[in-house]
Nanobody, 123 residues
Framework: QVQLVESGGGLVQTGGSLRLSCAAS????????MGWFRQAPGKEREFVAA????????NYADSVKGRFTISRDNARYTVYLQMNSLKPEDTAVYYC????????????????WGQGTQVTVSS
């Protein structure tokens, strides 16, 4: 299994931007589709974005489409989530996950998870 460590979270004002990174261990990183999920207090974990192993195919939740961009650098074993035009409702712990495909939206499709990074958007 691949091990994942997220970074880049923090506090930002409405309309601001953040870039999350997820560093993976293991040479098998490029074999996996990757995804980002988020979980707000009292809510279930929800899908945000996914990317294929090659990076050529992506998929977004409707709530973030046009504002967030997922990308990956297989040479650096890293996947990114660029978040622009942030809103207070984007506040959550963000998790990256490995093992799905670019079409995966169900957490059950992913086999490895990071510990999460907090994103807080103030109004």
């Amino acid at each position: 299994q691949v091990q994942l460590v997220e970074s880049g979270g923090g506090l930002v004002q409405t309309g601001g931007s953040l870039r999350l990174s997820c560093a993976a261990s293991g040479r098998t990183f490029s074999n996996y589709g990757m995804g980002w999920f988020r979980q707000a207090p009292g809510k279930e974990r929800e899908f945000v974005a996914a990317i294929s192993w090659s990076g050529q195919s992506t998929n977004y939740a409707d709530s973030v489409k046009g504002r967030f961009t997922i990308s990956r650098d297989n040479a650096r074993y890293t996947v990114y989530l660029q978040m622009n035009s942030l809103k207070p409702e984007d506040t959550a712990v963000y998790y990256c996950a490995a093992g799905g495909t670019s079409r995966s939206r169900d957490p059950e499709d992913f086999r490895s998870w990071g510990q999460g990074t907090q994103v807080t958007v103030s109004s």
